[in-house]
């Protein structure tokens, strides 16, 4: 299957500083990356969904000043947590399609986000 | 939008035992469903789907089985073993391109007790 990569895999910081997590497709161009936080033993909720070279698009109560997503390239989103509270530690984790039209979904290995 | 409701939400079986995990939807306009395994500090990772046209589809000790009449579908697992054990998710999406929203079902904690 496709592969996604994620870095870094576990960050700690303190409250008030912001966090970049990279989400890379290895062997595909994807053009659509899709941003989800899990919080333990619970399922996991859709943030907003990357597209390439334009605006990301946010779930209903997800603050987009809060969560920065830019999607450069055709293998590399980003989502920068600014800002950072406690509240904000959970564990994220991006999928891509492997291609246009696809229906599947791939998964990178996830971030894990402690803010102290 | 879409719901999926998953269960149970545990499930506890003996190694070598059958374990199945059930799954609503409510959007008739949904027509691929994944499963996902998602071991523990892992990502979610893909191991069968199933699209609407299709009733049942197995690989090896995995199957999936789709009602669209009743709107639900399920995994089997088979012969279980230790490794099974994991949090497993089903999913439900509308099909015609990649830009389309999963929607998860709460997930379904197995153990497989050797």
């Known amino acids: 299957g496709a592969v996604v990569s994620q870095h870094p895999s576990w960050v700690i910081c303190k409250s008030g500083t912001s966090v970049k997590i990279e989400c890379r497709s290895l062997?595909?161009?994807?053009?659509?990356m899709f941003w989800y936080r899990q919080f333990p033993k619970q399922s996991l909720m859709l943030m907003a969904t990357?597209?390439?070279?334009?605006?990301?698009?946010?779930e209903q109560g997800v603050e987009k000043d809060k969560f920065l997503i830019n999607h450069a390239s055709l293998t590399l989103s980003t989502l920068t947590v600014t800002s950072a509270h406690p509240e904000d530690s959970s564990f994220y984790i991006c999928?891509?399609?492997?291609?246009?039209?696809?229906?599947?979904?791939?998964f990178g290995p996830g971030t894990r986000l402690t803010v102290l | 939008g879409e719901n999926v409701e998953q269960h149970p939400s545990t499930l506890s079986v003996q190694e070598g035992d059958s374990a199945v995990i059930k799954c609503t939807y409510s959007?008739?306009?949904?027509?691929?469903f994944p499963w996902y395994k998602q071991e523990l500090g892992k990502g979610p990772q893909l191991i069968i789907d199933?699209?609407?046209?299709?009733g049942e589809k197995k690989d090896q000790r995995i199957a999936v089985t789709l009602n669209k009449t009743a709107k639900h579908f399920s995994l089997h697992i088979t012969e279980t073993q230790p490794e099974d054990s994991a949090v497993y998710f089903c999913?439900?999406?509308?099909?015609?391109?990649?830009?389309?929203?999963?929607?998860f079902g709460k997930g379904t904690l197995l153990t497989v007790n050797p």
């Open positions: 990357s597209n390439e070279g334009s605006k990301a698009t946010y």
């Open positions: 999913a439900a999406r509308p099909g015609g391109g990649s830009n389309y929203k999963l929607t």
């Open positions: 062997d595909f161009q994807a053009t659509t």
């Open positions: 999928s891509a399609p492997p291609g246009q039209g696809y229906n599947e979904q791939f």
């Open positions: 199933i699209r609407s046209n299709v």
């Open positions: 959007d008739s306009a949904s027509n691929y």
